[in-house]
């Protein structure tokens, strides 16, 4: 596909794509939205824009789409029903976000991510200078689960990229970056629940001693009626 030809089909496709959504007023929530305490503004890009996003470097052919045709084969976002296809010419593009947080706290970072196949391609990724993905040449295959656990620092940037597919596109989707809960707080919950349990289970407990006293009563009553 050469891109400086199709560029103009691909946006009226998009914009086609968008005009026949049922009820696109209102924006089919992705997965992201449902995450509590979500750091990552516009994660699923339901927005249909870039919106809390910084775009640097090649920012050609990175345009947020609903279900479309690209490289000739039906795209849909991995949920909701917006998705940002990555596919910058000769260079590479960037996507970022910088956000407040709790130094010292553990975050899980997560993002989906597809790709057509189409070579050449890079795509990385990074949590502040420290670099979470590296790619090159990628292969062909559908929306991946990329999961990373990364500590705060108080003031944090994700960073999307570099990404370059001189051919193709990536699709991006579903962005999470989520306070990982304190492995103190998950014992003393445990603790809570095993207490429970014990205290649940004593109550089911028959009075000690009460099965030996039912015994001697009953082998007296017995004794009795025997000749």
């Known amino acids: 596909m050469d891109k400086n030809v199709s560029g103009l089909s691909l946006v009226l496709s998009a ?12 924006a089919a929530p992705s997965i992201c939205d449902a995450i509590p305490g979500n750091l990552v503004v516009n994660c699923g ?22 279900p479309v045709s690209l490289d000739g084969l039906i795209n ?10 990555l596919g910058p010419v000769g260079s590479d593009g960037f996507l970022s ?8 706290q553990q975050l899980r970072l997560e993002f989906f991510m597809a790709n057509d196949g189409a070579t050449p391609n890079d795509f ?8 979470l993905l590296s790619l090159t040449n990628d292969g062909a295959h559908g929306f991946t689960d990329n999961v990373f ?34 492995p103190g707080s998950l014992g ?39 000749p």
């Open 15 to 26: 914009a086609i794509g968008f005009a026949s959504l049922p009820g696109s007023t209102a």
């Open 45 to 66: 890009f339901e927005d249909r824009s870039l919106r809390g996003w910084t775009q640097s470097g090649n920012t050609g052919f990175s345009l947020v789409l609903g």
């Open 76 to 85: 849909s976002p991995n949920s909701g029903d917006r998705f940002v296809a």
């Open 97 to 104: 976000q910088t956000f407040s947080d709790t130094a010292g």
């Open 124 to 131: 990385h990724a990074a949590f502040n200078d420290n670099m």
């Open 149 to 182: 656990i990364v500590t705060a620092t108080g003031l944090d940037t994700l960073t999307i990229g570099g990404f370059r597919h001189d051919i193709g596109f990536f699709r991006l989707d579903d962005i999470s970056v989520v306070p990982v809960p304190e």
């Open 188 to 226: 003393l919950l445990g603790i809570f629940l095993a207490g429970l349990g014990i205290r649940l289970g004593r109550r089911a407990e028959p009075p000690h001693g009460a099965l030996d006293k039912d015994a001697d009563r009953w082998s007296s009553v017995i004794s009795g009626l025997r």
